[in-house]
């Protein structure tokens, strides 16, 4: 039977109209977008001799054009005239054949070019992303929101409005008082882009004061809401290990669904230490690029939750494998999912989250108007949830034409020293 007039989808039951991967699909061009519509984005788009084309998310937060020429000078000469059809063989391209491993700008221009192959493939069978990966093992997908405010009382209010919003899974952080800028506090609500300068902003940051604090927000946000609503909260690795301890201990009483980052984990190791103090969940790896990373952690059960997403991690055909690796170990996943993350990261992490079997919450912070102008998609949000489209592909795209009206404006990331000047961790 012929799909519906006005279906987006080129599938019918009798096969036509489908490009179908029966032949190769070459690529014929893979170009590099920037836009900046609120903040900068990096996208690819691969296109192929069938007219079927794909888009992947490349965007690293203050360091996009170092990902940029990456695609450009490296990636995108290997790309023409290859067969769109060879996913895995094109990362490993990418990725063994580079010779020089890993690292943010190396895994995010693989996984832009992975992305985009999804995509196509996608589109040539007609199938949304996570039929491709193996078919839903849910129908949406729990997100958390971030709520942010100046001090403890702000930070309530704004955890209370995203409950009327539906969200039964809130991010809270708070200004800590002797401090000003600390990490998390937004400048308007519902929206927070930390990278606010084309030079770092400088903060200060005190370790001692933040762990006498933090549990007095969360006292105060059980007895304001109860048992219910999943509340997380992210360390952003400022604290040592011995620190992360102990705030995971004073934080048991209130029932965290998380403890983020609460210690850098290049020394995968530092977690035992913070894992026999505390049975606070842990979650970690936003900046994580491959398996290697935490490999440890997953297999020596240090963590409860691994935060890589796609666009981190080169990709789908990489993260697939970090979470099958963790499922065995039972850990879950918990996407990373900030504003650096364009909505193409995003689209697809839906359509994986839907996937995979051991998905544990994926974090939702919202983009502005301007930005999902620029890049349609299909996904969308519904009390707590989102959920993912049915176009082929990811379905998300991106309007070029509109991309174009917003230049690149270059902004880094805030520093953090500590009271004294020494530089630490932002
Ligand atoms: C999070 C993150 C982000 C990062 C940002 C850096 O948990 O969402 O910590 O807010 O700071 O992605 O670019
Ligand atoms: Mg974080």
């Not at 020089?100 to 995509?119: E, F, K, S, Y």
């Not at 800590?176 to 770092?200: F, K």
């Not at 990489?318 to 993350?341: E, N, P, S, Y």
Request: proline fraction near 6%; charged fraction near 25%; charge should be negative.
């Amino acid at each position: 039977m012929p799909a519906a007039d006005g279906d987006a989808r080129t599938v019918r039951a009798d096969g036509s109209g489908l490009v179908g991967v029966a032949s190769p699909l070459l690529i014929t061009a893979a170009r590099v977008i920037v836009t900046c519509p609120g903040r900068n984005f990096v996208t690819l788009k691969i296109e192929t001799d069938q007219g079927v084309y794909g888009i992947g998310d490349a965007t690293l937060n203050g360091r996009e054009m170092a990902v940029v020429a990456y695609l450009n000078d490296h990636v995108c000469p290997l790309l023409i005239g290859r067969d769109a059809r060879r996913i895995e063989d094109t990362w490993q391209l990418l990725y063994r054949g580079s010779y020089w491993r890993r690292g943010p700008v190396t895994m995010r221009a693989i996984a832009a070019v992975d992305v985009a192959l999804w995509d196509i493939k996608g589109k040539a069978l007609g199938a949304p992303l996570h039929e491709l990966l193996g078919g839903r093992s849910r129908d949406r997908v729990m997100v958390y929101g971030h709520a942010n405010g100046a001090d403890i009382e702000e930070t309530v209010d704004a955890v209370g409005r995203y409950i009327d919003l539906g969200y039964q899974a809130i991010r809270a952080q708070t200004g800590v008082p002797g401090l000003t800028n600390a990490y998390g506090v937004g400048r308007g609500e519902m929206h927070y882009e930390p990278a606010d300068a084309s030079l770092p902003t400088e903060t200060v940051w005190d370790t001692r004061r933040y762990l006498t604090h933090v549990p007095k927000l969360f006292q105060r946000l059980r007895d304001t809401y109860g048992p219910e609503p999943r509340l997380l909260h992210d360390g952003h690795h400022r604290m040592t290990p011995q620190e992360a301890a102990r705030l995971g201990k004073s934080l048991e009483p209130y029932d965290l669904f998380w403890l983020e980052d609460a210690t850098p984990a290049e020394n995968q190791e530092a977690f035992r230490l913070v894992r026999q103090h505390t049975t606070t969940p842990l979650a970690v790896g936003e900046v994580f690029n491959t398996i290697w990373d935490c490999k440890d952690l997953i297999q020596e059960q240090l963590i409860d939750y691994i935060r890589t997403t796609i666009v981190g991690a080169g990709g789908l055909t990489h993260l697939r494998r970090i979470a099958d690796f963790a499922a065995v170990w039972g850990v879950r996943t918990g996407c990373h999912g900030a504003t650096d993350l364009s909505p193409v990261t995003l689209g697809a992490a839906v359509h994986f989250d839907a996937w995979v079997p051991n998905f544990g919450i994926q974090e939702y912070m919202r983009h502005t108007e301007a930005t999902d102008a620029v890049f349609p998609h299909d996904y969308r949000f519904g009390a707590g949830f989102l959920i993912p489209g049915d176009r082929p592909g990811h379905g998300v795209d991106i309007d070029e034409a509109l991309a174009a009206r917003y230049p690149y404006d270059p902004r880094q990331l805030p520093i953090a020293r500590l009271t004294d000047g020494t530089l630490w961790n932002w």
